[in-house]
């Protein structure tokens, strides 16, 4: 049945959500709506193709969506957490994952869709190609650059780089 097999998507549907929203609500949000989506019109769903790319297309074509929703009602996006902790490795990852985190979400939208698709969540280039409707050569050159880009991000970004701490 289509609904189980997407059902069992719904961790790489939110992980992908993760990737371009950078908040749980909104990933969550984008993970209804695509789920919503994917089950009302599961007719458009062709048996024998990827219903992953399929569904990861939902998702993409829904926060593009949301994007320009948010854009016409001029909201901004809710500021990074940026808090300092002190004391333990644990601080330092999770200062790391906050400096990746906000180095992505500098990235252009056609970067982070890239880097969302193949890095964070492993889809095969073809896949990712077909999932964004581009051919397999610019998905290629677009992660180069998205690579390059994120390397100069967190090389400017002191929390990407924190200090030894003395002894």
Do not use: C
């Amino acid at each position: 049945m289509l609904a189980n097999e997407i059902a069992a998507l719904l961790p790489r549907m939110r992980r992908f959500a993760r990737a371009l929203t950078f908040h749980r609500e909104d990933a969550d949000d984008l993970v209804q709506i695509a789920m919503e989506r994917a089950l009302g019109r599961s007719g458009q769903w062709e048996p024998g193709t990827r219903l992953d790319s399929w569904i990861f297309r939902i998702i993409k074509n829904a926060w593009i969506d949301e994007v320009r929703s948010r854009t016409r009602r001029a909201e901004l996006f809710a500021p990074e957490e940026d808090g300092e902790q002190v004391g333990d490795n644990h601080a330092a990852a999770h200062q790391q994952r906050l400096a990746v985190q906000k180095a992505i979400s500098l990235l252009s939208e056609e970067h982070r869709l890239v880097v969302g698709l193949v890095l964070v969540d492993g889809l095969p280039y073809k896949e990712a190609a077909e999932v964004l409707e581009i051919p397999v050569g610019t998905l290629t050159s677009r992660l180069a650059r998205a690579r390059e880009a994120l390397q100069q991000l967190l090389a400017d970004d002191p929390l990407s780089n924190p200090p030894a701490r003395k002894s």
